[in-house]
Structure formats: C-alpha cells, structure tokens
C-alpha cells in the first residue's frame, strides 16, 4: 500500500516538474557541494539535486518513506539518506571539515521557524539556504521596519544573512493541495558579528523588545536596564518595530558590554 500524505509531518509533495526545475536552477548546484536536504519526502527534488553531482545528505523524519526513498537511490553513490528529525540531527557530525554546507528544502511547514533558528546556531559551517517556506513566513524574513511583517523573525534572520525571495509558488503544484501560496527564500549566510555570546545577547535583545510590541523599549527592556546608567545610542521612547537590524545590534552592544 502506498504511504498517504501525513498532516502531522507537513507532507505537501511537489507535482510539477518546472517548478522542480526552477528551484533546482536558483539552488545552482556544483560537483562539489555538499548539500543537505530537509525532508526528502518522495525523492522529487531529491533526484534533480543528484543529477548535479553534488554530495546530497537528506533527512527524513517518515519511516514509510525511508523504503521508497532508500530503493529509487540505492545506485546513487553521492546520496545518504539520514531517518532522522531534522531538529535534532546534528549537522556538524556529518559535515565535511573542509568547507561549508548549503541547506536546502521544501521544507515541512510545522518546523520553519525551529529550522531556521538552527541553521543559525550552525551558522558557521553553512553557506547558504534555500528554503520553499508558507509566502507569508517569506514576506516576514524579509520586512522592513514599520511594517506589520516585521518582527522577531525578520530581525534575527537579516543578522545572520541577507533573504531574497526568488519567485511565489501555487498551492496547485503540491498534493495534496495546500491552502497558500509558497515561496522560495534563498539566505547567504554571513552573520553580522560571528561571535556565539555576542549573538545571544542578541537573541535576547530581540525577543525581549517584541515580546511587548506594542510597549515602548523602556518598557519592554525594563529588566534588562537595571544597573544600566549612562546614554542609550537607541531613544528607548521608541518601538522594537522601529529599529533596523544595525540599530538593535548597537542596542545590544549598550546594554551588554562593559564599558
Ligand atoms: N521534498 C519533498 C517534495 O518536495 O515533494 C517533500 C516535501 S514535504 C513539504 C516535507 C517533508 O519533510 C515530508 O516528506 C515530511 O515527512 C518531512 N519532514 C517533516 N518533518 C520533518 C522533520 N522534523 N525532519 C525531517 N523531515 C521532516
């Protein structure tokens, strides 16, 4: 009996071989690469990726896929296929020491933000992201300030790179057919500031002015700013949704370093 499509893993396979291509030709893999796939589902991007000669590691959560996928690949030399949770298998463990790793997917919707909240804990040993993510996550990576998509996620996602959005998806190329629209997201990763406690600190600058949007940062900071004396290069008068990324990374330098 065939597998069904599970809800619970976010299974909306790609049907149509153009945009299988389309994706593929932004991806633009080299002999060389090491690619890591997320979600391999039924082989459909899996396949094209291969063709490339790049090195492909996928990930698959479904052990009613993992046969099928294990059988269609089995001459394949440069295919491994990992059954595994994508959240917590460890990248580095099966990373090539030599150079970077791209990752790439149409991703399971359920685990966007937990996905991209690893790739950046790994940020130093991937070179860049391909994503097909829900179009409404896509719009929020790539916000600007003052707009309602701008937030937590844009903020932390332009810190570790730069996102760009190559083209929208229709629901009518997966089945089953889901209810919006996709995108594919492409991030160079390149951190601001390459330093893990620097990036922490962050982390928590950002979460803390978002988790009270609507709250001026005097107030939504407030545990952050006891003991903190001397003048503030923010005006804590205004909105986390005001602040560009360079203006929460000197936020961040004002309350953390010791001066
Ligand atoms: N790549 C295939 C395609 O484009 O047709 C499948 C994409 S489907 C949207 C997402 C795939 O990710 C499914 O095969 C699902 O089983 C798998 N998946 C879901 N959660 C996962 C996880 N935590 N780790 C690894 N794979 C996961």
């Not at 391999?40 to 082989?43: E, F, I, Q, R």
């Not at 923010?234 to 602040?243: F, H, Y």
């Given at each position: 009996m065939k597998p069904y499509a599970k809800k619970r893993f976010s299974q909306n396979f790609l049907i149509d071989p153009n945009i299988l291509r389309k994706i593929v030709q932004t991806i633009n893999?080299?002999?060389?690469d090491f690619i890591i796939e997320i979600g391999?589902?039924?082989?459909a991007l899996t396949d094209l990726l291969l063709k490339s000669s790049a090195i492909i590691h996928a990930i698959e959560i479904d052990d009613d896929l993992i046969p099928d996928l294990q059988q269609k690949f089995s001459?394949?030399?440069?295919f491994t296929l990992h059954y595994a949770d994508a959240l917590t298998l460890n990248f580095t463990s099966i990373a090539p020491k030599k150079h970077k790793i791209r990752v790439v997917g149409n991703i399971p919707f359920n685990i966007t933000s937990p996905l991209l909240f690893k790739i950046f804990e790994n940020a130093k040993i991937i070179d860049d992201v391909h994503f097909l993510v829900q179009r409404e996550i896509a719009r929020r990576l790539c916000a600007v300030p003052?707009?309602?998509?701008?937030g937590i996620l844009s903020v932390i996602t332009q810190f570790y790179g730069s996102p760009t959005i190559t083209f929208d998806v229709s629901?009518?190329?997966?089945?089953?057919?889901?209810e919006v629209y996709s995108s594919l997201v492409s991030i160079k990763i390149q951190p601001v500031i390459n330093n893990s406690e620097f990036q922490q600190n962050y982390h928590t600058v950002v979460r803390t002015s978002f988790?009270?949007?609507?709250?001026?940062l005097r107030n939504s900071l407030s545990d952050l700013l006891i003991n903190k004396s001397g003048d503030c290069p923010?005006?804590?008068?205004?909105?986390?949704?005001?602040?560009n990324v360079e203006e929460f990374i000197n936020l961040t330098h004002w309350l953390y370093d010791s001066n």
């Open positions: 893999p080299q002999p060389d391999s589902g039924k082989g001459k394949t030399s440069n003052k707009t309602k998509e701008y629901p009518k190329v997966f089945r089953p057919i889901p988790g009270k949007r609507r709250k001026i923010i005006d804590l008068v205004r909105r986390a949704e005001s602040l």
